[in-house]
């Protein structure tokens, strides 16, 4: 058995970067990360397949780019590290994730590809480094009890390992968000109910919705409001710098889309001047069609207070209802304090599954 981080390197342990056209090496990676997640997080797992993860690490697209890194244990794959560096903005910062097998954990192993991650981060010039953790709604915000244990999903009481280990190495809870799960079809009534109340409040703006690409005539507006989610959003302690708002970056996401066999179902408000003001993106993918994720929704501070975010939701409900009928499910993360937000998303009848919780180091 390997020796724990405190008294140094796990024996017989070595890293290395996953190149995504190694089939079977990458699969040994991917199959770390699949295993884990379903084992944590259960019915509220919202895994990248393996199609789109191969599509991520061969090209994300100028804005970002993302490795994999693996993490063996006597040459067995045990280990799942990934490490994202945006390229347009925010260029101190990067993102990590590891992932440990489930029999693996305790023996040092999330320490030492997390070290990993942190020297390839340092070597890019990231100081700001970022993570994502997960536990279950029953938990609680606080993620539990530290009592040493580490629960599987269903089981009562523990501390969610995630936020344990993020704490044991420096990395501290800035921002709470809950995934929101909405089961599919919302029933009719509800949509009109809920689209009569909004046209009471949105009169003078259009409505657009649409499957695909941004038209031409819409994407510059769309890359305006898009790249303001990310400070718009509620970001809690989290370091965001604005991103820059660039056409070029809509096109290379949609570009990853299309790759990953995902589609995205979008729809806006336009104000007098045809302006875009509003939007929201619903997408699924072909590799799991039974679901679909909420991505962003945003309301420009101007046009705010007319009911935008309710009449934009329940477009893009329609369009998916007619467009996919098969999908079961809608998973969603708000931050915890947008109330706002949350609220919509009830009453389209979302209910909370999961913690995100998301922890930051500066170096
Ligand atoms: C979090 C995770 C990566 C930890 O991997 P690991 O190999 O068990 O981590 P380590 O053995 O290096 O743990 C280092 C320290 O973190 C803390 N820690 C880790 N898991 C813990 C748990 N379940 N309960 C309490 N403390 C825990 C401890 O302080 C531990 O040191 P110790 O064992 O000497 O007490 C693993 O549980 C996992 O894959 N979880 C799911 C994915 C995830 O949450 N990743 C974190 C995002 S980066």
Do not use: C
């Not at 539990?144 to 390992?161: K, L």
Request: charged share 25%; net charge negative.
């Amino acid at each position: 058995m390997s020796a724990p981080s405190s008294v140094g390197r796990p024996v017989d342990w070595s890293v290395e970067a996953v190149d995504p056209e190694d089939e079977a090496a990458f699969a040994a990676w991917h199959a770390v990360y699949a295993r884990a997640e379903e084992h944590d997080r259960g019915a509220a797992a919202t895994t990248w397949t393996a199609p789109e993860m191969r599509e991520t690490l061969r090209d994300a697209g100028g804005s970002r780019r993302v490795s994999g890194f693996v993490g063996r244990l006597g040459g067995e794959p045990v280990a799942f590290g990934l490490l994202e560096v945006p390229l347009r903005d925010n260029l101190e910062s990067a993102q990590v994730l590891v992932v440990v097998l489930p029999e693996r954990r305790r023996a040092g192993l999330g320490s030492a590809l997390l070290a990993r991650l942190e020297d390839e981060a340092a070597a890019l010039g990231r100081t700001v480094l970022g993570s994502e953790v997960l536990w279950p709604w029953r938990l609680g915000p606080e993620g539990g009890q530290s009592d040493g244990e580490q629960p599987g999903a269903g089981q009562p009481g523990g501390i969610a390992p995630g936020l344990a280990f993020a704490a044991a190495r420096g990395y501290a809870l800035e921002l709470v968000e809950v995934q929101r799960r909405l089961r599919l079809p919302v029933p009719a009534g509800v949509l009109d109910d809920l689209a009569a109340h909004a046209a009471t409040r949105h009169e003078g703006y259009a409505l657009r919705a649409w499957v695909g690409e941004v038209p031409e005539e819409l994407v510059g507006g769309w890359a305006v409001l898009e790249a303001s989610l990310e400070t718009e959003a509620p970001t809690g302690g989290l370091t965001r710098e604005p991103q820059t708002a660039e056409v070029a970056r809509v096109r290379e996401g949609e570009a990853l889309m299309r790759r990953q066999g995902r589609t995205p179902y979008r729809a806006v408000a336009l104000d007098v001047d045809g302006t875009v003001v509003a939007y929201t993106e619903v997408v699924t993918t072909a590799h799991e069609p039974t679901r679909a994720y909420q991505w962003g929704t945003l309301v420009d501070r101007a046009h705010r207070g007319h009911r935008l975010g309710v009449a934009l939701k329940v477009a893009a409900a329609r369009l998916l209802g007619e467009r996919a009928p098969g999908v079961e499910s809608v998973a969603t993360w708000n931050a915890a304090e947008n109330e706002w937000m949350i609220a919509v998303n009830e009453a389209l009848g979302f209910r909370p599954v999961e913690y995100l919780g998301g922890v930051e180091k500066r170096r």
